[in-house]
């Protein structure tokens, strides 16, 4: 695969060709930041918290492929203020109860929250109705955590058949799932549930708070020191 | 021309409640009432939520006990998992979450009795509340404040190591604990340096009851006389009659000391107890259904628990509790300030508690949780600060909660609450015209005495956000003074 080089924030990055700017900027120590992504998952540019600017254009960097000369801006005062802004609307949108969530201190949202520095969210809480779905025999659903972000829905297959998928559209998009295919999902596909979800939205059955505080992956280090070695 | 005076809001379990005190036309008291004007509706929005969230959830009831809510959601939980009533847990599961309960039953009693009460004490109920405050006490005892502080502190960081934070953890899971303790934890418990170890502790908790019993010795006719009133007690007691505030059975006794439950199966508490709706309270009022709902009201609390209890298994308290029964010749005790002499004795055995606990091997072991056949129904009960806390759950095969019941301790004290602020009022306002301020302190004193939460914060810096109207009977206002 040939290298191209790209500018990130003034620094000079080696990328390959076909990666894309947060594959590229992670490989160089930069962490953008992400909710939709997950590594080994087709891009989505669902939730644009990873939005970066090139070329005057705001561009998602979870699907945008790197081209030679390219120049990124990324930790800037306004992006980074459009990223918070993102981040409050996904907390009013919805109904995060971080204090009795059991994702907490292993939530990609909360995590992000705290690295923006989000207080009050600037816009005004919806409340919406939103339902839980227990019918699921390994996982709870809490439609109040989620942010739609499409990672179950593209991660969780049966034999090739996606176990959940989208209903609805625009700001009453759901999440829903197959009562069959979900029925069937083992132990250790109910894990790969939970773990695929950035917030608390899919939890698995009967195993809740089983890492002690102090343990959990935001506990210690803010989301994006792994990227940038702090 | 009859007259109500509105005591608004007096705290109670982080809420606001208020008293009302209606007078004659003579100024003599014809009734009072210790309302509760706050809903909270955990019962109801924990509905739908999963099993295991509810000793998480639950706890958020309050933020100077959550321990007490927090293991008895997750002992009624460890019955939806079919991990027994209480003794079907690891030895390491259940000396955990005993340590957590001990530490934060010392943490909370330090508090009532070093921030809240000692200013009655100090400089009297009827000081300046200008002094009368834990400020003053700062500034006038030092050292017994500095000891307050330190105490509580010991209390948390035992929360914090059992339960992974001080206020609100996660350590107690359905079937067991999250953690066990680190050698390093543990002996810094041991052998901290002063004060922070289970030795000065110890030491601590009998200088407070030292003192107390010193005030006492010189204020008989106060403590003895202040809110006397017969009255029923309940509590968990252990399966051998012992103080034991994290599991067992339900005793009552009667105020001669008759036994009126023996020592009952927990799981069956909706056969023994009842909740009484009164239409001008948010509080229910529990009793015991063999007595009936005008008389089968209770105590509950460390009054009513050294009234039910045989015998404490730590040998300070125990020696404690010799003097403290011998005092009223082995029979009930009714005087409600000596339920902060009962209150310091606890304080000293969960200090013993905690060192015996820390000394023992298995809280450093790692079998964590069992579980056994899946049930739809539990309880959970224990002693809390305040008194006896009930948690009921139903579960369907969903693992949604579909039910819950809390009686939480204050609930248990509300008739003898309002048994507490009917008798001051009558002592201090019959015939009064101006109604001081220290008139209204004894009020709360009364109240002090069960220890209902809120309170707490706000009296800390001698400030109950006390409001009193004046009303008379036609109700107009004819004054309104606060403190």
Not at chain 1, 31 to 36: D, G, M, Q, S, V
Not at chain 2, 222 to 242: M, R, T, W, Y
Not at chain 2, 347 to 352: D, G, I, P, Q, T
Request: proline letters at 4%.
């Amino acid at each position: 695969m040939s290298e191209i080089k790209i500018t990130i924030d003034g620094k000079e990055c080696t990328a390959k060709a076909g990666q894309t700017i947060v594959e590229a900027a992670r490989a160089n120590g930069i962490f953008i930041p992400t909710l939709c992504h997950f590594d080994g998952l087709k891009p989505a540019g669902a939730c644009r918290i990873c939005t970066v600017r090139v070329g005057g254009r705001n561009m998602a960097a979870c699907t945008t492929p790197v081209a030679g000369g390219m120049i990124v801006e990324n930790d800037t005062p306004e992006i980074n203020d459009m990223r918070k802004s993102i981040i409050e609307m996904l907390f009013v949108e919805g109904n995060h109860m971080c204090p009795v969530c059991e994702k907490s201190g292993n939530c990609e949202l909360q995590a992000l929250a705290y690295r923006y520095l989000m207080l009050a969210p600037r816009f005004p809480y919806l409340w919406p109705r939103r339902g839980v779905d227990a019918s699921i025999p390994k996982l709870y659903k809490d439609g109040n955590r989620c942010i739609q972000c499409l990672r179950c829905v593209r991660g969780i297959t049966i034999d090739g058949k996606k176990v959940f998928g989208l209903i609805n559209r625009g700001g009453k998009v759901r999440i829903s799932h197959d009562p069959k295919l979900s029925a069937s999902l083992d132990d250790e596909q109910a894990q790969r549930a939970m773990d695929l979800c950035p917030v608390g939205a899919l939890i698995r059955k009967e195993v809740g708070y089983a890492v002690p505080i102090g343990k959990r992956k935001y506990d210690d280090r803010p989301i994006g020191s792994e990227v940038e070695g702090a | 021309m009859g007259r109500k005076i509105t005591i608004e809001p007096v705290t109670r379990v982080e809420g606001h409640g208020k008293v009302t005190i209606q007078l004659d036309s003579q100024g003599q008291v014809t009734d009072t009432r210790l309302h509760i004007v706050e809903f909270r509706g955990f019962e109801r929005f924990v509905q739908g939520r999963p099993y295991w969230e509810a000793p998480v959830l639950v706890q958020r009831l309050c933020g100077i006990c959550p321990v007490s809510h927090h293991l008895a959601a997750a002992k009624a939980m460890d019955v939806i998992v079919g991990a027994g009533t209480g003794d079907g847990l690891t030895p390491t599961a259940e000396k955990m979450r005993r340590l957590m309960h001990y530490g934060q039953i010392f943490q909370s009693h330090a508090l009532h009795f070093f921030h809240l009460v000692s200013p009655d004490l100090l400089f009297g109920i009827d000081a300046d509340p200008a002094i009368r405050n834990i400020i003053g006490v700062a500034i006038h005892h030092k050292d017994l404040a500095v000891q307050g502080v330190m105490m509580r502190k010991f209390g948390q960081e035992i929360i914090r190591a059992t339960a992974g934070k001080k206020i609100h953890g996660t350590g107690a899971i359905p079937g067991g604990i999250n953690k066990c303790l680190s050698t390093e934890e543990r002996d810094e418990f041991l052998k901290g340096s002063d004060p922070l170890n289970t030795k000065k502790m110890i030491e601590w908790a009998q200088g407070a009851l030292d003192f107390f019993k010193g005030y006492h010795k010189k204020n008989a006719a106060f403590i003895d006389n202040f809110a006397v009133f017969p009255s029923s007690h309940l509590s968990l007691v252990g399966k051998d009659g012992a103080l034991d505030l994290y599991h067992g059975v339900l005793r009552a006794v009667d105020s001669e000391g008759k036994k009126i439950l023996n020592d009952v199966d927990y799981q069956d508490y909706l056969k023994y107890i009842g909740e009484e709706v009164r239409s001008w309270s948010y509080m229910k009022f529990p009793y015991l259904k063999s007595v009936g709902k005008s008389d089968g009201w209770y105590t509950v609390g460390p009054l009513g628990r050294l009234n039910t209890c045989d015998f404490i298994p730590s040998p300070l308290a125990q020696k404690e509790f010799e003097e403290y029964k011998a005092y009223t010749k082995g029979k009930p005790n009714n005087m409600s300030m000596h339920m902060h002499w009962a209150r310091l004795i606890e304080l000293l055995h969960s200090a013993e508690a905690m060192q015996k606990l820390l000394n023992d091997k298995d809280l450093l072991k790692n079998d964590l949780v069992v579980k056994g056949k899946r049930q739809s129904e539990g309880v959970g009960l224990l002693e809390a600060p305040r008194g006896t806390l009930f948690h009921h759950y139903r579960v369907n095969e969903q693992d949604q909660i579909v039910m819950a019941n809390l009686i939480v301790s204050t609930t248990n004290n509300n008739e003898p609450m309002n048994r507490a602020v009917n008798y001051v009022a009558k002592e201090k306002l019959n015939g009064q015209k101006q109604i001081s301020e220290g008139m209204l302190n004894a009020v709360e004193v009364a109240i002090r005495c069960y220890d209902p939460c809120l309170s707490c914060a706000t009296h800390a810096l001698g400030r109950m956000p006390l409001e009193v109207k004046l009303i008379d009977a036609e109700g107009g206002t004819v004054d309104v003074g606060s403190k």
